[in-house]
Each structure stands twice: as structure tokens, then as C-alpha cells.
């Protein structure tokens, strides 16, 4: 089995060249009709503990460190783990009257949503410590960083563009699937010019072009939890891209375990 490597560059550095889903999405349409949709499937390589206290919002690896965003208002965190044990390096809780959602790494920093309370914590990366906080309107789901840009949702179609050091909107686009509009997008992962989303509720995860808005594949990663880890665990949410490959780190809210995997027709 692969054993998630220690040392590697921000996820937002991972060239797409190493993403190795353009490849995947003309195999996947060479078998079916032209211009449909490829549909991916999940094939797991490794099985990692998971802290299963853990409410997953945001999960990201920078550097042979884990990163996860938690939520919940009075367990809210943020910590940063070894990514093989699931070792906890270091963590912050948020104050009491904040529901963390996700979070992302911009450099030297971290980025930390919170669901209704309408702010997001910036933080050094190295101790966790907020820096300072952010205010913005509407509700805070996922974030992602595509080198340049945040890439936030909140819960709607919409996908919203940020500057990283001011948080500011500097443009948005509505997600669309086959023409319909896809809502409920909850946990990003930016990764080789692509968006990947969690769909709050449910086993799928979109591929989305940022520029255009469009799904470009969908995953089903219905199936990965055994039956007898089922009892109590929440929902798929949780996908971190492990920078240099085409691989990716799945859970979800109170799992017992992460999944290495990749995506494949």
C-alpha cells in the first residue's frame, strides 16, 4: 500500500499536469456517448485512522501535515496532525459561539470559515493563532485556494472568488450540472485547475471547471465505510488532495477512518 508522503509542496502547487484527471475524463467518454458526463468511481489504496470525535468541514495537506477544520459550536477547531496516525501536532478551539466550517492553506497562513456567523479567522499557520477576522455576508460551507484565489461556497450554486490576503469578492460563478443548477455545495479542494466538491447530504463529489462553472465529472463515493463503522457516523465530507499525485484523502463528519484513494473510470 502508498503511504502518504511527508515534505511536499501546498496543494495548491500540485501542477496539473500531476492531476491526471484530463486523461481520465477522455477514457471515461471514449465508452459512452459523446459529451457525456464521466462518471468516476473511487478505488481506495490505504485506510488511515481517523479521529471519529472529529465534525469534518475542512481537510487540506500542505507540507506533510494534515490540516482539519472541525464544526459544531462549543467543539469548533482547527488542528494539525500527522497524516498517516492521525497524530495531533497542535490545535486550536474557536470560541464558543462559533460553528467552524472549512478552511484552507494560503502559504503561511490558514484560512477558517464559520457557517452563520458571517466571519472567517485568519491564522498563522506554524501555531494556529488567529490573527485576525473577517467579516462576510451569508453563510461560510467550503474554501479552497487555486494559487491565485479563495474559492469559498455557502451552501448554494454559487461558487465565490476572494482575494487570499483581503478576503474580498473579486468574482463568483454559479455551478451547473447538464444545464441544472447544483446546490448544497459544501467542502472544496482545488487541485490541477479544478474544483472538487463534497454535496452536502449525499455520496457524490462534483469536478467543477471554476471558469465556467460546469461539472465536469461526478464521483461516487458511496460504499467506503464498512456497515459496522456505519452507527453514528455522519456524512461524506472531507477531500484533501495529496500534492504530486493524482490521489486524494476522503472522510467524512464522525468517521472512524480517512481513505486514500484515487479516481478512476
Given at each position: 500500500?502508498?503511504?502518504?508522503?511527508?515534505?511536499?509542496?501546498?496543494t495548491?502547487?500540485?501542477?496539473?499536469?500531476?492531476?491526471?484527471?484530463?486523461?481520465?475524463?477522455?477514457t471515461?467518454?471514449?465508452?459512452?456517448h459523446a459529451g457525456?458526463?464521466?462518471?468516476l468511481r473511487?478505488?481506495?489504496i490505504?485506510?488511515?485512522?481517523h479521529?471519529?470525535?472529529?465534525?469534518?468541514q475542512?481537510?487540506e495537506?500542505a507540507?506533510?501535515?494534515l490540516?482539519?477544520?472541525?464544526?459544531?459550536?462549543?467543539?469548533?477547531?482547527?488542528?494539525?496532525?500527522?497524516?498517516?496516525?492521525?497524530?495531533?501536532?497542535?490545535?486550536?478551539?474557536?470560541?464558543?459561539?462559533f460553528?467552524?466550517?472549512g478552511?484552507?492553506?494560503?502559504?503561511?497562513?490558514i484560512w477558517?470559515?464559520t457557517?452563520?456567523?458571517?466571519?472567517?479567522?485568519e491564522?498563522?499557520?506554524?501555531?494556529?493563532q488567529e490573527?485576525?477576522r473577517?467579516?462576510?455576508?451569508?453563510e461560510?460551507w467550503?474554501?479552497?485556494?487555486d494559487?491565485q484565489?479563495?474559492?469559498m461556497?455557502?451552501?448554494?450554486?454559487?461558487?465565490?472568488?476572494?482575494?487570499?490576503?483581503?478576503?474580498?469578492?473579486?468574482?463568483?460563478v454559479?455551478?451547473?450540472?447538464?444545464?441544472?443548477e447544483?446546490?448544497?455545495l459544501?467542502e472544496?479542494?482545488?487541485a490541477g485547475?479544478?474544483?472538487?466538491?463534497?454535496?452536502?447530504?449525499?455520496?457524490?463529489i462534483?469536478?467543477?471547471?471554476?471558469?465556467?462553472?460546469?461539472?465536469?465529472?461526478?464521483?461516487?463515493a458511496?460504499?467506503?465505510?464498512?456497515?459496522?463503522?456505519?452507527?453514528g457516523?455522519?456524512?461524506?465530507?472531507?477531500i484533501a488532495?495529496?500534492?504530486?499525485?493524482d490521489?486524494f484523502?476522503?472522510t467524512g463528519k464522525?468517521?472512524?477512518?480517512?481513505f486514500r484513494?484515487?479516481?478512476?473510470?
Amino acid at each position: 500500500m502508498l503511504t502518504v508522503g511527508v515534505g511536499v509542496a501546498c496543494t495548491a502547487q500540485v501542477p496539473a499536469q500531476h492531476d491526471g484527471q484530463d486523461d481520465r475524463e477522455q477514457t471515461d467518454q471514449g465508452v459512452g456517448h459523446a459529451g457525456s458526463l464521466p462518471h468516476l468511481r473511487v478505488e481506495v489504496i490505504n485506510v488511515l485512522p481517523h479521529d471519529r470525535s472529529s465534525f469534518t468541514q475542512g481537510l487540506e495537506i500542505a507540507d506533510g501535515t494534515l490540516y482539519e477544520g472541525t464544526g459544531l459550536r462549543g467543539s469548533s477547531l482547527v488542528r494539525a496532525a500527522d497524516p498517516l496516525s492521525g497524530a495531533v501536532r497542535h490545535e486550536v478551539r474557536l470560541p464558543a459561539g462559533f460553528f467552524g466550517e472549512g478552511i484552507t492553506v494560503t502559504g503561511d497562513r490558514i484560512w477558517q470559515l464559520t457557517w452563520q456567523e458571517g466571519v472567517a479567522f485568519e491564522r498563522d499557520r506554524a501555531s494556529l493563532q488567529e490573527l485576525r477576522r473577517v467579516e462576510y455576508p451569508g453563510e461560510g460551507w467550503g474554501l479552497c485556494f487555486d494559487g491565485q484565489r479563495l474559492v469559498m461556497s455557502d451552501g448554494s450554486d454559487r461558487l465565490t472568488f476572494r482575494d487570499p490576503v483581503t478576503f474580498a469578492p473579486v468574482g463568483e460563478v454559479s455551478v451547473t450540472r447538464r444545464g441544472a443548477e447544483v446546490d448544497e455545495l459544501n467542502e472544496l479542494e482545488c487541485a490541477g485547475g479544478q474544483v472538487w466538491a463534497n454535496v452536502w447530504g449525499s455520496d457524490e463529489i462534483m469536478r467543477i471547471d471554476p471558469a465556467s462553472g460546469r461539472v465536469t465529472a461526478v464521483v461516487d463515493a458511496a460504499g467506503l465505510l464498512p456497515p459496522e463503522q456505519r452507527a453514528g457516523a455522519d456524512v461524506l465530507n472531507g477531500i484533501a488532495a495529496v500534492p504530486g499525485t493524482d490521489e486524494f484523502l476522503l472522510t467524512g463528519k464522525n468517521w472512524p477512518s480517512m481513505f486514500r484513494v484515487r479516481f478512476v473510470p
